[in-house]
């Protein structure tokens, strides 16, 4: 068997991309054929563990959700994972291949292209049909050579190609007749339609804009797809997103999450977003961090350059005052780290070799280095016996003489909280994602109870966007456009 595959590439970065190739996997699971999600190339900090022992991005693994599969390395080959203003870490097929900077990475694609064709052909072989999701702009010519991610691959894979333009951010027929006019003319051959995406109000006001970006670019119209609210329920990609989140509602509880530069894996905070009575705010730089019943550090790419920042904004201060006030303190990955009394870097793992301070809240040190760990895990809250089910995905030790937090399944423990139980760490990503586990978590804050079903809510929700697109998208068109 060999798959059927068609490519969604945007006028741009954060078009709905991601959401748009999730809606359509439910879709098309829904209507009974077996589909994969296929990225050649992603940038984001926000990574889930496969279940073959490695990383993908977190867009690819809610794809994977949507398909009703299990989520694998090959559907994301490549992984740039940003750990400073100009380099990112590469991970290749799962697992880490080095740290290149944005000009040198360029020389490593035409070696990176045969492990995406590889990657490719393995979901082909085992799927009816293979969703595949471009990287940023489809028109960036200034990156076209040996380009991996966008119309390089297309072209490559023999795949064709749908572009999406994002009307919510105004000139969309700008964006995709221009997208026209930019590119090769052999790679616009492959373009075979396009979608408009998050419009709002009313549809016929744009019927003749519909027919005027196909009359310019001839390529098919093949949906205007309104703005669908409920994609906040859902977790997002990359840093973006915080860019845009709501203003904070109101809660009995506040939980405030400091915003540091290279904040990684922030979707753990979605299950809190979304529960009753919670107050959650990503605190940004340049004010003190707000009063709050709970402060969670969250995990980082760069733990001691976000130490730094986190001095720099004062917020060490604003953490160790709201300590002694008796409140809480969470440190997840990253943030456990930070929480301990050092962070060493002897290997040069984030940058120059070099020794941090960190906060000192709780009797541990850290040592980065090694092998990265990436893992599945399973376990319970030593306090109240809750379960989770969770991944680790970090690198480097710590060694602490307090009581531990978790014990894993197979016996081993996890994590340090200090002598009076207010401060505490762990590495394990994804708690609140259990409902008993984040329950007890918000016990220990004393928010009230609530029935709240996070991952059920996961799942109507892709069914609901499914059915949005089944309703304004000519699906028909794009199965037959599949080649």
């Given amino acids: 068997m060999s798959a059927r595959a068609l490519m969604l590439q945007g006028t741009g970065s954060d078009v709905?991309?991601?959401?748009?190739?999730?809606?359509?996997?439910?879709?098309?699971?829904?209507?009974?054929?077996?589909?994969?999600?296929?990225?050649?190339?992603?940038?984001?900090?926000?990574?889930?563990?496969?279940?073959?022992?490695?990383?993908?991005?977190?867009?690819?693994?809610?794809?994977?959700?949507?398909?009703?599969?299990?989520?694998?390395?090959?559907?994301?080959?490549?992984?740039?994972?940003?750990?400073?203003?100009?380099?990112?870490?590469?991970?290749?097929?799962?697992?880490?291949?080095?740290?290149?900077?944005?000009?040198?990475y360029q020389a490593w694609k035409p070696k990176l292209l045969p492990r995406v064709l590889e990657s490719f052909a393995r979901l082909k072989a085992e799927a009816d049909f293979v969703l595949v999701e471009g990287?940023?702009?489809?028109?960036?010519?200034?990156?076209?050579?040996?380009?991996?991610?966008?119309?390089?691959?297309?072209r490559a894979a023999d795949v064709p190609?749908?572009?999406?333009?994002?009307?919510?951010?105004?000139?969309?027929?700008?964006?995709?007749?221009?997208?026209?006019?930019?590119?090769?003319?052999?790679?616009?051959?492959?373009?075979?339609?396009?979608?408009?995406?998050?419009?709002?109000?009313?549809?016929?006001?744009?019927?003749?804009?519909?027919?005027?970006?196909?009359?310019?670019?001839?390529?098919?119209?093949?949906?205007?797809?309104?703005?669908?609210?409920?994609?906040?329920?859902?977790?997002?990609?990359?840093?973006?997103?915080?860019?845009?989140?709501?203003?904070?509602?109101?809660?009995?509880?506040?939980?405030?999450?400091?915003?540091?530069?290279?904040?990684?894996?922030?979707?753990d905070f979605d299950p809190l977003q979304a529960e009753p009575g919670v107050r959650l705010v990503f605190a940004q730089p340049g004010a003190p961090l707000p009063a709050a019943d709970l402060v969670i550090l969250a995990g980082s790419?760069?733990?001691?350059?976000?130490?730094?920042?986190?001095?720099?904004?004062?917020?060490?201060?604003?953490?160790?005052?709201?300590?002694?006030?008796?409140?809480?303190?969470?440190?997840?990955?990253?943030?456990?780290?930070?929480?301990?009394?050092?962070?060493?870097?002897?290997?040069?793992?984030?940058?120059?070799?070099?020794?941090?301070p960190g906060l000192g809240l709780i009797d541990a040190e850290t040592v980065l280095g090694?092998?990265?760990?990436?893992?599945?895990?399973?376990?319970r809250l030593l306090s109240d016996d809750a379960p989770f089910h969770g991944y680790e995905i970090h690198v480097g030790r710590t060694e602490t003489r307090e009581r531990p937090l978790l014990v894993f399944a197979d016996g081993r423990e996890d994590g340090a909280q200090s002598r009076d139980g207010s401060v505490r760490g762990c590495y394990v990503h994804g708690l609140f994602g259990d409902d008993a586990q984040r329950r007890a978590w918000l016990a220990w804050i004393g928010a009230p109870a609530s029935t709240f079903a996070y991952e059920a809510g996961v799942e109507a929700t892709l069914d609901a966007l499914a059915a949005h697109l089944e309703a304004h998208v000519r699906v028909e068109a794009l199965l037959a456009l599949a080649r």
């Fill in 370 to 379: 090694g092998a990265k760990t990436l893992t599945r895990i399973a376990g």
């Fill in 135 to 154: 990287a940023g702009g489809a028109a960036e010519v200034n990156l076209r050579a040996n380009d991996i991610a966008n119309m390089g691959f297309a």
């Fill in 301 to 356: 790419k760069a733990t001691i350059a976000d130490l730094r920042a986190l001095r720099a904004e004062g917020w060490d201060i604003d953490i160790l005052a709201h300590a002694r006030r008796g409140g809480k303190v969470l440190g997840l990955c990253g943030g456990y780290q930070m929480l301990g009394r050092s962070v060493a870097d002897p290997e040069g793992v984030e940058g120059p070799p070099e020794t941090a």
């Fill in 161 to 267: 190609v749908v572009v999406i333009g994002d009307i919510d951010r105004g000139g969309v027929i700008a964006q995709i007749v221009g997208t026209r006019v930019v590119l090769d003319p052999a790679d616009a051959a492959m373009v075979g339609g396009f979608l408009v995406n998050k419009f709002r109000g009313d549809p016929t006001l744009f019927t003749d804009g519909m027919t005027r970006i196909a009359a310019m670019t001839g390529w098919p119209a093949l949906g205007l797809i309104p703005h669908f609210p409920a994609a906040a329920r859902l977790p997002a990609e990359d840093a973006l997103a915080l860019d845009r989140l709501p203003a904070p509602r109101d809660g009995e509880r506040t939980i405030v999450v400091p915003r540091l530069p290279h904040i990684s894996n922030f979707d």
């Fill in 16 to 104: 709905g991309k991601s959401l748009i190739v999730a809606g359509l996997c439910r879709a098309l699971t829904l209507r009974g054929y077996s589909v994969r999600p296929f990225k050649p190339q992603n940038m984001s900090n926000n990574a889930a563990v496969t279940a073959d022992g490695g990383e993908i991005g977190r867009a690819q693994a809610l794809q994977a959700r949507a398909c009703g599969v299990e989520p694998s390395v090959h559907m994301n080959p490549v992984l740039l994972k940003p750990q400073s203003e100009t380099g990112s870490q590469v991970v290749v097929q799962g697992q880490v291949a080095g740290v290149a900077k944005a000009r040198d």
